[in-house]
């Protein structure tokens, strides 16, 4: 469904070193992949999504989804950002209806279909109750549950996530995983994820790329053929899951060592 070739980035500005975030990075995506991004830090995983979801050019290289160039952002694609940006002049419930009601201006979406919608979501993400909170009265977890609920409001068919649950405590986190997993199964959406955590790449995925050091290339793509659906608890203790991840930290290890050494 999304086709990349060649594609490179390099950042050039007057008066300082030019970076190359990524080179040649082929790459094809399923629909209803759930494809995960790891490796170090700087090495260009979040370049790449915003490469995917319109907002950057790539240097080189072309890049489709169902075979027509991606040229600029579109609805059938969102990204929850790593620094997740909420507006702060919205409540939460408006938050989450922002993009919907954009959509309902292009009569894509009726008001009582939002509304039913945002309560759903919010359900989802346990917010319920600060429906009518602003950004500034939440904790940094909260705020980031209401991104993700933002994201998946417009159901895109393509979910770009960059470093979702990041800041997130240990036990949220597990509890939004799961519940990412069972949206994922709900739906099928083709989600192109990024994270530093080996055990969260691997619970998720069917696929995970492994990003060499910079300038970000494909070092290693591992299936993930655990059988779903997966339950974490029962999977920690899952011979293949402990292989699959002592494997990926011996590979990521070394191109973290890379990207230290050349810092
Ligand atoms: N807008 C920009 N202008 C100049 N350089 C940039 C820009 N965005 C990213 N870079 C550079 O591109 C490289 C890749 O950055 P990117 O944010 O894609 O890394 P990342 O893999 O997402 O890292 P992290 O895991 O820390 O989030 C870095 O060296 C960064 O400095
Ligand atoms: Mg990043």
Known sequence: MIELRNISKIFAEKGKPSVTALR???LR???????TLIGPSGCGKSTLLYILAGLEKATAGDLTLHDRAIAGPGPDRTIVFQDFVLYPWLTVRKNVAFGMKLGASRGKHRPPE???RVQQLLKVVGLSRFENHYPYEL???????????RALALDPEVLL?????GALDAQTRRIMQEELLRIWEATRKTIIFVTHSIEEAVFLSNRVLIIT???GQIKQQVRIDLPRPRDFDALRNDARF???????????KEEVQKSIETE
């Open 242 to 252: 402990i292989t699959h991840c002592g494997d990926m930290w011996a590979s990521i």
């Open 114 to 116: 939002i509304e039913a």
């Open 24 to 26: 040649d990075v082929s």
């Open 161 to 165: 996530m960059d470093e979702p649950f």
């Open 29 to 35: 995506v399923e629909k209803g992949e759930f494809l």
């Open 139 to 149: 904790s940094g977890g909260m705020k980031q549950r209401v991104a993700i609920a």
């Open 213 to 215: 050091a910079r300038p």
